[in-house]
């Protein structure tokens, strides 16, 4: 995709202000987080911004006036987003619901989403002007858990744009509170889907005690590493039906009709971005692959409306003089691996290990982490004036890519930002070109 444009823009914004939920005697206590929850990766803010366009349907309806309303009454609900972090022994996370609420920023830009163009898609380069970093809010304990800025446009549409602090919520259920504030916008009097708290569903067992090999958490020794000290640009790529056609050219016959997309896709980044980084043969990579739980196995029962993090991200090895050297299939083989670990045991396995090493932070050298966000739902998200144009994750990490739904010049496919050294990026985008040619 064309790089975002150099935009000179500005941005008024009211001062920052603190929504609570409508209701004041929402529950007051203190509410423990899973084992999943509390890992040292999830310890981060992840920005997501939602496009609209004007709605002619809506004139007269202010975006921000129906907003900030429905955050309002939909944090009765959702409490605990209201409240603060705290810290207990062991490093063991839990919410003091304490209804102290959540940040919300008005504000005019002078712009309009036709001026804007691909530069909607991650790698947003004007994000830090859409959604202003509130100083002493980006904190993991004892900070709002969400921060919102909602942006008119003078098109007459608006920019939603948000952080979450991710051991709250996975995407899902980020999405599925987004969706619930969305329907009162609409009207609606409740959530249609009622939120579940039952965090314990993901700790770990009594003893805990670790059954499988999670190389996502193995300890290695210094590699070649990609860190965010280093000169770094972020793209982002798109993946059409040509682009998908192209790379299943490039399977044997026995994978060709049996590769999901995300696996084809997987393995063209990861042989591509390890390429780009010009390793050394001997040197060990992975990839890891995010794989949510609901719905994945039968003795995980995860009930409707369960909003914390669930997932896992099984990861699979290789040798780079392997990968770079081998074909395509070689590569999705491996994918169809990691995918392959997920099972009701592995993720008991991975609460324990959170236990029994002190909530480690996954493995960053080396490794390449996928997060397929195409079925979160931040695309359906309607406040009343339709779908957004791009909803999602607003970039990249050096370590993290994401996969969104993009539909460009009328054709549906796959947005993924990347992030890399400036020549890795311009080998990666010679590596991809010979790969996605017919």
């Not at 804007?116 to 980006?138: A, K, M, Q, R, T």
């Not at 995407?171 to 987004?178: H, M, N, P, R, T």
């Amino acid at each position: 995709m064309s790089p975002p444009l150099s935009l000179v823009l500005s941005v008024r914004r009211q001062p920052p202000e603190m929504i609570k939920p409508v209701v004041e005697n929402t529950p007051r206590e203190l509410k423990h987080l899973s084992d999943i929850d509390d890992q040292e990766g999830l310890r981060f803010q992840v920005p997501i911004i939602l496009f609209y366009n004007n709605n002619p349907s809506m004139k007269g309806k202010d975006p921000v006036s129906v907003i900030r309303e429905a955050l309002g009454r939909a944090l009765v609900h959702y409490y605990p987003l209201a409240g603060r972090l705290r810290e207990g022994p062991s490093r063991k996370l839990m919410v003091d619901c304490n209804g102290e609420g959540i940040l919300f920023i008005e504000a005019e830009a002078d712009v309009t989403l036709e001026r804007l163009g691909d530069s909607i898609y991650p790698p947003c380069g004007c994000f830090d002007e859409f959604l202003y970093n509130v100083p002493g809010s980006e904190g993991i304990l004892n900070c709002p858990l969400l921060l919102f800025q909602v942006n008119r446009l003078r098109c007459g549409g608006f920019i939603f744009a948000m952080r979450l602090n991710h051991t709250m919520c996975d995407a899902l259920g980020l999405s599925q509170f987004l969706q619930a504030v969305a329907e009162i916008a609409r009207r609606k009097l409740a959530p249609s889907v009622q939120p579940v708290w039952h965090r314990e569903l993901f700790n770990a067992r009594d003893p805990p005690h670790i059954t499988c090999t999670h190389r996502e958490f193995e300890e290695v020794g210094h590699n070649v590493a990609v860190t965010e000290s280093t000169n770094m640009t972020h793209k982002s790529f798109f993946f059409g039906p040509p682009e998908f056609q192209a790379l299943r050219n490039h399977l044997p016959p026995h994978l060709k009709q049996s590769t999901t997309r995300f696996e084809l896709l997987t393995a063209c980044l990861w042989k591509c971005r390890t390429t780009a980084l010009g390793l050394k043969p001997n040197d060990t990579v992975r990839v890891s692959c995010l794989i949510n739980v609901r719905g994945r196995t039968q003795n995980i029962h995860v009930p409707l409306g369960y909003y914390g993090n669930a997932f896992v991200y099984p990861a699979s090895t290789s040798l780079v003089g392997h990968l770079c050297d081998n074909h395509l299939g070689y590569a999705v083989e491996l994918v169809k691996e990691a995918k392959a670990q997920m099972s009701e045991e592995y993720v008991k396995s991975v609460s324990d290990l959170m236990v029994i090493k002190g909530r480690p932070l996954y493995t960053t050298i080396g490794n390449f982490i996928v997060s397929d966000n195409t079925h979160t739902g931040f695309d359906e998200v309607d406040f009343g004036w339709g779908k957004p144009v791009y909803g999602g994750p607003a970039g990249a990490t050096s370590v993290i890519s994401f996969y969104n739904k993009c539909n460009k010049k009328g054709m549906e496919g796959i947005v993924v930002p990347i992030c890399l050294p400036l020549t890795a990026m311009e080998r990666f985008q010679e590596e991809l070109k010979i790969m996605t040619q017919f």
